[in-house]
């Protein structure tokens, strides 16, 4: 089993930049994929980006460019680096990890970026 929690979410104004932190605790060693959503008011959940474990990355179109998710193995930990915010990038941003034991969620950090 994966536990995850992230941090890092707060207020930050339009045009600023923001770093998520999601830290993984139990069985670590089995994680493949780690990954990062969104889910904004009246939306459904939305990708934001996925770090595999061959060190390929994906990113949503929305974000490209914008992005970058990193991963520190030493530190169990996986990063969402996100610039240029938007006042429509305001979410609860989601950790997610699939390993061995299935898929995992954090309880999610809220991001609002104000105009």
């Known amino acids: 089993q994966v536990q995850l929690v992230e941090s890092g979410g707060g207020l930050v104004q339009a045009g600023g930049s923001l770093r998520l932190s999601c830290v993984a605790s139990g069985s670590i060693f089995s994680i493949v994929t780690w990954g990062w959503y969104r889910q904004s008011p009246g939306k459904q959940r939305e990708l934001v980006a996925t770090?595999?474990?061959?060190?390929?990355?994906n990113y949503a179109g929305s974000v490209k460019g914008r992005v970058t998710i990193s991963r520190d193995n030493a530190k169990s930990r996986v990063y969402r680096q996100m610039n240029s915010l938007k006042p429509d990038n305001t979410a609860v941003y989601y950790c997610?990890?699939?390993?061995?034991?299935?898929?995992?969620w954090g309880r999610g950090t809220q991001v609002t970026v104000s105009s």
């Open positions: 770090d595999y474990i061959n060190g390929v990355n």
């Open positions: 997610h990890s699939v390993s061995v034991f299935g898929g995992e």
